[in-house]
T-cell receptor
Framework: DGGITQSPKYLFRKEGQNVTLSCEQN?????MYWYRQDPGQGLRLIYYSQIVNDFQKGDIAEGYSVSREKKESFPLTVTSAQKNPTAFYLC????????????FGPGTRLTVL | AQTVTQSQPEMSVQEAETVTLSCTYD???????LFWYKQPPSRQMILVIR??????QNATENRFSVNFQKAAKSFSLKISDSQLGDTAMYFC???????????FGTGTRLQVFP
């Protein structure tokens, strides 16, 4: 089945630790995205990548980092510099080339203790 | 700056009735796409319907239809014959034609009552 997987579903970390969230897609999509979702704030774009080995900052990139070494994978690292990392994180992908329609993974709930 | 506004944080409707969710957006672009996404309690985002701005005809998908008013920059979602499974957060999203990015509204929480 084609789709986007995110793991783990729930993640707990101690304050000050870096943590990496996984996102994999087998849809052969060129573009991938990371969003953060907080209550009452909708989805806010963290980083996006339109092609392998290239990515751009979104609206709230501070305290986060990404890599895009393979077309299928777009991992997000939440660093200790992120002041309020507890949130729900969604990964998405799209064909690219301004088609816009995005397909989403099931999300990861990160809780920093 | 391009923005998307959903002015109804919460709505409720009785099963089998019709409900309309509002969305307005602000842009100077002429070509763009508009979307409604559904996020049920499982939190999996699902595309409900999409509209291309150059198309005057309103998009429909079974019980879901939109009222797209380009001049007013309005894009409302109508759900007919509401079902319990329609209970979810609904997000309106705007995508300019010259970019892959989407801009999301803050969402409307819809509760369908039996």
């Amino acid at each position: 089945d084609g789709g986007i997987t995110q793991s783990p579903k729930y993640l707990f970390r101690k304050e000050g630790q870096n943590v990496t969230l996984s996102c994999e897609q087998n849809l052969n999509h060129d573009a991938m995205y990371w969003y953060r979702q907080d209550p009452g704030q909708g989805l806010r774009l963290i980083y996006y990548s339109q092609i392998v080995n290239d990515f751009q900052k979104g609206d709230i990139a501070e305290g986060y980092s990404v890599s895009r070494e393979k077309k299928e994978s777009f991992p997000l690292t939440v660093t200790s510099a992120q002041k309020n990392p507890t949130a729900f994180y969604l990964c998405a992908s799209s064909i690219g080339y301004s088609v816009n329609e995005q397909f989403f993974g099931p999300g990861t709930r990160l809780t920093v203790l | 700056a391009q923005t998307v506004t959903q002015s109804q944080p919460e709505m409720s409707v009785q099963e089998a009735e019709t409900v309309t969710l509002s969305c307005t957006y602000d842009t100077s672009e002429n070509n763009y796409y508009l979307f409604w996404y559904k996020q049920p309690p499982s939190r999996q985002m699902i595309l409900v319907i999409r509209q291309e701005a150059y198309k005057q005809q309103n998009a429909t998908e079974n019980r879901f239809s939109v009222n797209f008013q380009k001049a007013a920059k309005s894009f409302s979602l109508k759900i007919s014959d509401s079902q319990l499974g329609d209970t979810a957060m609904y997000f309106c999203a705007f995508g300019p034609d010259n970019t892959d990015k989407l801009i999301f509204g803050t969402g409307t929480r819809l509760q369908v009552f039996p």
